[in-house]
Each structure stands twice: as structure tokens, then as C-alpha cells.
């Protein structure tokens, strides 16, 4: 049957929404029925039972009566009402004449971290006298040392995904290959041989990437190409380790597809879709085949991710990590293969105009169709937020909406012509606080722009902390929430001295962005009348009013840009560019090293622990509460 009469109100699909103006805004008719004709829709509605039960304790089961099958091993009759003590996690129900179903038992909310500030890295960027051209897991094992030392509690890092293999480097790490998996560029090399007792000469490599700490890019390949180099020669002597393989046992089936991608990726040079035939599909005979024949080179991608998982959690012993989890993939990542009957493949996921990207905005990441993923049993959403979990004190989920809706832009359209799609939001945020549970770490959503008021008022009902900044607060940052992470800007928006000098809007018209200019001023004059501030004020005296305001919030999480520590002018990322300027790209201008001496780093954190007794730092501050 022809998707045009599917009805696009049972499948989730909204032919109308309202823009961050407060504007109803009608989705063209046209990318409606794209949208329906991507997810296979028909008259009859999507399968009503494809899924998995997901309930809270005392929660209402299927009709009938029921064996649960509990993931330990238990068993107990079941009918009416889950009882109250029923166990945590993933477990089956099984009915009287066989009928089976998936049981996801959650505990509704997320744990809750102590109060704790800290701050905002790009880790790339941040390089010492050690670096190989960019930051990586040595740099950050000691940034958290410094930050904890001097009472910080928690480091927000950018992305750490895994990128594609045996291609140029993507420099967003909101693009990634598989969110699943970490990127090795990020690996301390000389940490790898010191940790394994090889007694490889690194001498000559060493210099070249240190060398590379003199350019004023970060040039991923040309790091990744040194780093693999010396990698190799590590593989080639290692002999094997238990650790290695109780995190093969642990990660299973899915940790060797990831590897067998990478090697594909490396032997074929261009998107899966392109590839073989016999490749295209995981767990198909010539991908079985290719594994078993380059068995070397996918132990090769298992290993560098064992190597990963160390360094990540020795980098955590100083401070709670707090890790970016992307929105999406790009769709010709390991992922998308891996997954690829799950996705909507032909469309992009972005976001609508908005007063501070006029033109809206293209992602260039593919979303997951909501119907096959909740037939899938949500196995995908399980794995990636367990890997990000596990991996430090907490995660912040980027665009956090995306769990209700995703703006689809369809193949060949623009940001004016794309329309939301409704997800199976009430499940996910249980999963979510389920795996905060299991995980003993906090979450945070990133619910800026448009935003429908009962998304947040879900979102904490579970706990999940709010993210507030001072940019586009009304209220000022005393009055914050408390479950919430509490912050001047982020990556995307203008640091503080880009703001004040008009630097930021300066580049953005150079750019031939339409920036928002009314409302940036607005924001500058806000700043200014609550930090009494002199229209010629110094960006010191700036910033540092602007972390006096921030530190006066009740928020449990507050974190400042590394970029105001050192009055930097340019963000990481402008929104709406790509080979325009070099996002993702540009160096902290100060060394690590530096940055430990800088007087300003040092005031923004004693503005921001404000003396405040509950405020601890180390591990501790990156703890959670039993506070539910």
C-alpha cells in the first residue's frame, strides 16, 4: 500500500511545529509522505507489540498471566502489576501458550551526582610538551589531576568517539564512525609502551610528534599516521594479555564487528554501501571470511580499544569524567553497518531555524527509524549508553531532545524542509536511568533550543540534570535549578571574550551567517548590567564577572570553558560552517603546562567553588548520591 495514506500521527510523524519563535510552522506535505515512504509506513499503523515491555516496579504488565525469567537466573509467577520487588534489568515473560516478551525493569531515575564545578574541555585541542600534535589521554589524565587538586569535581570532554579508519580524519566528534567505540588517535603512545614493558625505540617518532605541536592546526592524519606507526610496531611484539581477554569475553560479538569494520574500512577506501558485496552485510559468509582471513588486523582494532578503555579510566582517578555522548552517526561509520536495517538512511537529522542559526541547521547524521528500533529491543540504545557510562562519573547526552523527537531533513532538502518524528520517549528515558543505575553515574540532558515544556518537566522526573547557561537564561544563574548543569556557553555559542569584543559576530559576518545580532546584544547588555560592568570594560574583568555570576548558582554541576581561561576569542565550532573555518580544528593557545600557572584559570576556580562545604573535589566530587 502506498505510504501517502499512512496516517502520520500514528507513526509519530508531525505535520506541523512550533519554531523557537513560538510560530506554527507546517512541514511541506512532500517531506511528510518521505518521511512515512523511509519508515515503510501503511494504513494499518506500526506493530502495536514489536518491543519490549519496559515497566517500573509495580507497573502494569500485558494481559495474562506470566513466568519472568529474570537475567540472573530466577523465575516467579507474574499477573496484573509487576511487584515492588521485582529486580532491576533485562529480563523475558513468557505467557501460558509460549508467547514471549522482553522485560525491561527500571528503577524511573537516574542517579544524582554530588555538587561538584569543574570544567569544559576540548581535548584535541589542549596539548602539552608531551603531545603528539593534539591532546590526548595522557593530557587528560593530567588536566583532571590539576583540576582535582585544586578542588574540581568534574571534566566535561568532548566526544571521544571512534572515527573511520583508513580515511581522512573527521574533525567533529558529533560525526563519529560508532559511539559504541573510542578513536585511537586520542591513545598515549609512549603510555601504551610503558604499560606493556616493551622496550620499542620510540625516539624518532616522538620527535615528529612533537613537532607537530608547533602547527597552528590540529592535523588529525598526520597525528594518527605517527601513532599508527608506533602502534604497529607495539602489536608486533605484544604477547597477549587476561585483561585483553576478559574485555573480549565482555564485549562479545559486537566488539569483533566493530574491529572486522575497521579493517574492511582500511582495505576498501569508500563507504560500506560501496563496498563487495559479500561485505556489505555484518555477520554475512565473505565478512566471516574476511575476518578469519585478516584475523591479525581485526585483534589489531580489538586491541587498540582494550588500550583505550585503560588509559580512559586512569585518566578518570583525579576527577569524574563527564563524557559527550554525539547525538548520531554519520552513516557510513561502523555503526550504520552494524546496524544499517535500523536507520533511516537516507535522511539527515538537524534542526529547524532558530534566533541563533537563522538558516537552521544540517547535522549530516543519520537518525534511527523509531519503529525498528523499539523492534530491535533497543539493543543499540542499551550498548552505546552502557559504553558511555562506564567510562567515567557521568555522561552529557548532546541534544538530549532527540529522545522524544529528531528534526528529518530528507535527502537533497534543507533545514526549511525538514519535519520532526516522534520517539518512544517514555522507554528510553527508562533505559536511561536504568543503565545511570547500573553504571553509578549521572546524566545530564542538553535540552537547549526548541524544547516542548514536558520534555523537561520528563526529564526531571527522572533525574536527568537540565543544562542551564548564562547566554539564554532570563533568570539569572542564582536562580538556576538545582538538578541541573550550570554553565556561561558552550562550544557551539560565543566564549566570553568573543562576545564582548564582537569578535564572535564579527566572524560570523564574515562568514555570511546572519547572525542574530539583536538578540547577541541583548545578551552582552544582560551580562553587563548584572556583572556591573563598564561598556569598556576588560575581557579580564569580564570574565571574571561572568564566573562570579555562575558561581552563585545552586546547580548541582558548574563547569567553565577552558577557552575563558585563557580569553580566547574564537569557539571550537560555528554552527552552519564546514570548510569555511577550521572547526574542531583550533589549538588552546596555552600549553598544558601553561594553563596550570594561568592566573585566570586560577580566580575562575575560586569563583566557582565559592567556598560552598558541599562542593569537594577528586573523586568524591565525582561520585552520585543515594538521593533518588
Known amino acids: 500500500m502506498s505510504a501517502r495514506r499512512a496516517d502520520p500521527a500514528a507513526w509519530g510523524v508531525a505535520t506541523e511545529y512550533e519554531d523557537a519563535g513560538g510560530e506554527l510552522r507546517q512541514v511541506p506535505g512532500a517531506t511528510v509522505d518521505w518521511i512515512l515512504e523511509q519508515m515503510g509506513a501503511t494504513p494499518d499503523g506500526p506493530p502495536s507489540e514489536a518491543g519490549p515491555v519496559v515497566l517500573r516496579p509495580g507497573g502494569r504488565l500485558p494481559e495474562g498471566r506470566w513466568r519472568l525469567l529474570a537475567e540472573d537466573g530466577g523465575e516467579a509467577a507474574v499477573r496484573g502489576t509487576l511487584p515492588q520487588d521485582a529486580p532491576l534489568g533485562y529480563h523475558r515473560l513468557v505467557g501460558e501458550g509460549g508467547a514471549e516478551r522482553a522485560l525491561i525493569v527500571s528503577p524511573g531515575r537516574c542517579v544524582l551526582p554530588e555538587r561538584a564545578w569543574g570544567w569544559a574541555a576540548q581535548l584535541y585541542a589542549l596539548r602539552s610538551a ?118 573480549r569475553a565482555r564485549e562479545g560479538a559486537l566488539l569483533r564487528s566493530f574491529a572486522t569494520f575497521c579493517a574492511l574500512a582500511e582495505r576498501h577506501r569508500r563507504p560500506w554501501w560501496e563496498w563487495p558485496p559479500e561485505h556489505r552485510r555484518p555477520g554475512s559468509p565473505g565478512v566471516r571470511a574476511f575476518a578469519a582471513d585478516h584475523a591479525d588486523r581485526v585483534a589489531y582494532h580489538e586491541w587498540l580499544q582494550w588500550l583505550l578503555e585503560r588509559q580512559l579510566a586512569a585518566a578518570g582517578e583525579g576527577c569524574g569524567l563527564l563524557h559527550d555522548l554525539a547525538i548520531g552517526i554519520d552513516r557510513s561509520g561502523a555503526d550504520a553497518w552494524l546496524w544499517q536495517d535500523l536507520f533511516a538512511l537516507g535522511a539527515r537529522v538537524g534542526a529547524p531555524p532558530d534566533e541563533f542559526n537563522t538558516l537552521g541547521q544540517d547535522w549530516g547524521i543519520v537518525p534511527f527509524d523509531p519503529w525498528r528500533l523499539r523492534a530491535a529491543g533497543y539493543e ?34 534543507g533545514p526549511e524542509d ?157 554552527p552552519g560552517t564546514v570548510d569555511e573555518r577550521p572547526n574542531w580544528s583550533i589549538p588552546f593557545p596555552l600549553a598544558l603546562e601553561e594553563l596550570e600557572r594561568a592566573p585566570m584559570a586560577e580566580r575562575i576556580g575560586r569563583l566557582l567553588s565559592g567556598g560552598r562545604p558541599g562542593d569537594r573535589g577528586g573523586r568524591q566530587a565525582g561520585g552520585v548520591t543515594s538521593r533518588q
Open 380 to 413: 543499540p540504545v542499551i550498548r552505546i549508553l552502557r559504553a558511555a557510562l562506564r567510562a567515567g562519573a557521568g555522561i552529557r547526552v548532546d541534544h538530549v531532545i532527540g529522545l522524544f523527537r529528531l528534526f528529518w531533513i530528507p535527502e537533497g532538502a
Open 130 to 247: 608531551d603531545s603528539w600534535g593534539m591532546g590526548d589521554l595522557a593530557d587528560l589524565r593530567r588536566l583532571a589531576a590539576w583540576a582535582g587538586s585544586r578542588g574540581a569535581g568534574a571534566i566535561l570532554v568532548n566526544p571521544l568517539h571512534a572515527d573511520m579508519p583508513g580515511r581522512p580524519a573527521q574533525p567533529s566528534p558529533y560525526s563519529p564512525s560508532s559511539r559504541l567505540y573510542r578513536n585511537p588517535v586520542y591513545l598515549d603512545v609512549v603510555g601504551v609502551a610503558a604499560a606493556l614493558g616493551a622496550s620499542a625505540d620510540l625516539a624518532e617518532l616522538e620527535r615528529a610528534g612533537r613537532a607537530l605541536n608547533d602547527e597552528p592546526r590540529i592535523d588529525r592524519d598526520a597525528v594518527m599516521a605517527l601513532k599508527a606507526r608506533a602502534l604497529e610496531g607495539l602489536w608486533a611484539g605484544f604477547r597477549g594479555d587476561e585483561d585483553l581477554d576478559a574485555f
Open 418 to 574: 525538514g519535519g520532526y518524528v516522534g520517539y518512544p520517549w517514555p522507554d528510553l528515558l527508562d533505559i536511561l536511568a536504568l543503565e545511570s543505575h547500573r553504571a553509578g553515574a549521572y546524566a545530564v540532558g542538553e535540552d537547549l533550543g526548541t524544547v516542548a515544556p514536558f520534555m523537561r518537566e520528563e526529564l526531571a522526573a527522572r533525574d536527568v540534570l537540565s543544562y542551564r547557561l548564562l547566554w539564554f537564561e532570563e533568570e539569572p544563574p542564582a536562580r538556576f535549578p538545582e538538578r541541573a548543569l550550570a554553565a556561561v556557553t558552550t562550544h557551539d555559542l560565543p566564549t566570553v571574550a568573543g562576545l564582548w569584543t564582537g569578535a564572535d559576530l564579527e566572524e560570523q559576518r564574515r562568514l555570511g551567517l546572519q547572525p542574530n545580532e539583536e538578540g547577541t546584544e541583548a545578551i552582552r547588555e544582560r551580562l553587563a548590567a548584572r556583572g556591573r560592568l563598564a561598556a569598556d570594560a576588560p575581557v579580564d574583568e569580564v570574565v571574571e564577572a561572568a564566573y562570579r555570576l555562575l558561581g552563585a548558582s545552586p546547580s548541582l554541576v558548574r563547569v567553565a570553558a577552558l577557552e575563558d581561561a585563557a580569553l580566547v576569542e574564537e569557539r571550537p565550532n560555528v
